[in-house]
Every structure is written in structure tokens, then in C-alpha cells.
């Protein structure tokens, strides 16, 4: 079973403040997606890595894989109350069409 | 707005009740999914229709029948639910069910079950 840990489980900040959100596995994996889920709202996918080590920025938010596609990492600068959600990471193995795994995600809130 | 609708948004059902759940997307997919998500638990898959056809039956209970007419629509069928049934069950759909396609995902039926 692949499984996909996400860290932390919660994070509460204050609006300006950076963080980063980490999704870790022992499994290597093709690619690997972030979403954000928001109350009362379906996931919406953010961002999808292929290659180990890529890099992807979209405006305040910056996505990593890790070199040997086994784990990734999301970073927010100057967070702001609109990213107050719940961000998921979800990968697909290097085998066949396996399943896309998800991990439990990390709640965060943006407190104004 | 994602292109794949779910109806109702909300549902509250005793164990004995027999109801539905409807998923449609606009999106020309071939490929229609749904998920569990349940507190404290990740997003777990329940079924995948790939071209009408069912491809994945992910050790559901049979309490939950799918069923798809047509690549646009996808039902969820239940009947004698438990109380730990209760969670979000979503819906998504991707061109087609191969490794690396992007789901899109409806924003769920919210399940209490009394």
C-alpha cells in the first residue's frame, strides 16, 4: 500500500506570515498533484510535478518534488486568509493505471 | 465551477432508507470516480467507471451500488446504511482512466445517516 503522510496535520497563521506543507512517501511515484479543498467545495487540483526536483510557482504559492520523486513540498509566502483550506497532495505509482492516492491532508487557517 | 455537478449537495437518511446520489459532468470525460472522504482519513476510492464500463471496485460494501448509463452521468445508490457511513462523497471525472490524468472533482454530497 502506497501511502502518502502529510505535515503538518493543522496549521493556524497569521495573514503575511510563510509557510510550508510537506507530503512524504517511502514509494516512488510518476507524478505527483496538490490540491486545495475548501469548505463545502470539491478539491480543485493546483499543480501537477513530473520530473525529481522540479520546481512550479503559481503567484504566492511554490510546489517541489523531491529528487527521487518520492516526496514534495508547498510553500506560501505572505499567506493570506484566502488560502485558508485544506491542501491534499495526491500521487499516481510509476505502475500502470494504479489509483490516485491521496494523503490526509494539512487544514490550514489564515487569520486575518 | 469544475463541469461535474452533484446532486443533492446534502442528505440526511435513516439506516432503512433507499436513496441516491447523482453525478453528472460536462465535461466530455470518459472516466467518472467516486470517493469517500471521511474526517481524519485520506480521499478513498470507491468506484471508477472507465467508457461506462466499471474497472475498479475498491472492496466496497455492497450497500453502495454505482451505476452508469451513459460516460455523463454516475449514480450512487444506497440502501440500509450505517451510522459511520456518514462523509462527504465526492465525484470526479478525467478524460480517461489512465495514470497521470487530471480529475475534476464535483463538490460532494455531505451523507448523515441516523
Known amino acids: 500500500t502506497q501511502l502518502l503522510e502529510q505535515s503538518p496535520q493543522f496549521l493556524s497563521i497569521q495573514e503575511g506570515e510563510n509557510l510550508t506543507v510537506y507530503c512524504n512517501s517511502s514509494s516512488v511515484f510518476s507524478s505527483l498533484q496538490w490540491y486545495r479543498q475548501e469548505p463545502g467545495e470539491g478539491p480543485v487540483l493546483l499543480v501537477t510535478?513530473?520530473?525529481?526536483?522540479e520546481v512550479k510557482k503559481l503567484k504566492r504559492l511554490t510546489f517541489q518534488f523531491g529528487d527521487a520523486r518520492k516526496d514534495s513540498s508547498l510553500h506560501i509566502t505572505a499567506a493570506q486568509p484566502g488560502d485558508t483550506g485544506l491542501y491534499l497532495c495526491a500521487a499516481f505509482s510509476n505502475s500502470g493505471n494504479t489509483p490516485l492516492v491521496f494523503g490526509k491532508g494539512t487544514r490550514l487557517s489564515v487569520i486575518a | 465551477e469544475t463541469g461535474v455537478t452533484q446532486t443533492p449537495r446534502h442528505l440526511v437518511m435513516g439506516m432503512t432508507n433507499k436513496k441516491s446520489l447523482k453525478c453528472e459532468q460536462h465535461l466530455g470525460h470518459n472516466a467518472m470516480y467516486w470517493y469517500k472522504q471521511s474526517a481524519k482519513k485520506p480521499l478513498e476510492l470507491m468506484f471508477v467507471y472507465n467508457f461506462k464500463e466499471q474497472t475498479e471496485n475498491n472492496s466496497v460494501p455492497s450497500r453502495f451500488s454505482p451505476e452508469c448509463p451513459n460516460s455523463s452521468h454516475l449514480f450512487l445508490h444506497l440502501h440500509t446504511l450505517q451510522p459511520e457511513d456518514s462523509a462527504l462523497y465526492l465525484c470526479?471525472?478525467?478524460?480517461?482512466?489512465?495514470?497521470?490524468?487530471?480529475?475534476?472533482f464535483g463538490p460532494g454530497t455531505r451523507l448523515l445517516v441516523l
Open positions: 510535478v513530473v520530473t525529481g526536483g
Open positions: 470526479a471525472s478525467s478524460p480517461s482512466h489512465a495514470n497521470g490524468e487530471t480529475q475534476y
